[in-house]
T-cell receptor, first 120, second 109 residues
Framework: DAGVIQSPRHEVTEMGQEVTLRCKPI?????LFWYRQTMMRGLELLIY????????DSGMPEDRFSAKMPNASFSTLKIQPSEPRDSAVYFC??????????????????FGPGTRLTVL | QKEVEQNSGPLSVPEGAIASLNCTYS??????FFWYRQYSGKSPELIMS????GDKEDGRFTAQLNKASQYVSLLIRDSQPSDSATYLC?????????FGKGTKLSVKP
């Protein structure tokens, strides 16, 4: 299996531009997570999907951020308009979860290589 | 607000020594714990998971969980320079993983 695939690996853009990050989860996994990592805040969960349905987007920082998962093999994270403070590494992860009961064990999350975003 | 606390380090140990990494968490409902390792410029990768109180050993790694104290640790025996990385503690909370900011470990040859 190729693992979680993310593109692009690096993105440099100017403030105000639209940025779209892409993710292909591991085949057969039914949960997908978008994270943002910075030195100051560490690894933050932005949003996660289960069976293509957004379950929790409370980590999405602003309305400028949006995420979609049109099918089981593809997800996008869009920032419009982008700002310099959005500069970070964005990771996508996937897992094969057994359920949504928060008392059950959470399955291992497998991370993609990340997209390093720089907004000038 | 669920919180995970880790000493940010850097923790520096000589090659061959035992490295001890600690993590405390606020969610009493957490039933399992994950330790991820992240090399500089790379993505996090799972190295250990533990589901019950006590110790779990896997090669040079031992995870220790104390649910009553809401404390989990990771011991690395015979530390190698290749163990130099940031180690992230991740207890689950409400179906997700809440990651600590990580402890940076440096193993000196």
């Amino acid at each position: 299996d190729a693992g979680v695939i993310q593109s692009p690996r690096h993105e440099v853009t100017e403030m105000g531009q639209e940025v779209t990050l892409r993710c292909k989860p591991i085949s057969g996994h039914n949960s997908l997570f978008w994270y943002r990592q910075t030195m100051m805040r560490g690894l933050e969960l932005l949003i996660y999907f289960n069976n293509n349905v957004p379950i929790d987007d409370s980590g999405m920082p602003e309305d400028r951020f949006s995420a979609k998962m049109p099918n089981a093999s593809f997800s996008t994270l869009k920032i419009q308009p982008s700002e310099p403070r959005d500069s970070a590494v964005y990771f996508c992860a996937s897992s094969l979860r057994r359920g949504l009961n928060h008392n059950s064990n959470t399955d291992t999350q497998y991370f993609g290589p990340g997209t390093r975003l720089t907004v000038l | 607000q669920k919180e995970v606390e880790q000493n940010s380090g850097p923790l520096s140990v000589p090659e061959g020594a035992i490295a001890s990494l600690n993590c405390t968490y606020s969610d009493r409902g957490s039933q399992s714990f994950f330790w991820y390792r992240q090399y500089s410029g790379k993505s996090p990768e799972l190295i250990m998971s533990i589901y019950s109180n006590g110790d779990k050993e896997d090669g040079r790694f031992t995870a220790q969980l104390n649910k009553a104290s809401q404390y989990v640790s990771l011991l690395i025996r015979d530390s190698q320079p290749s163990d130099s990385a940031t180690y992230l503690c991740a207890p689950p909370s409400q179906g997700n993983l809440i990651f600590g900011k990580g402890t940076k470990l440096s193993v000196k040859p």
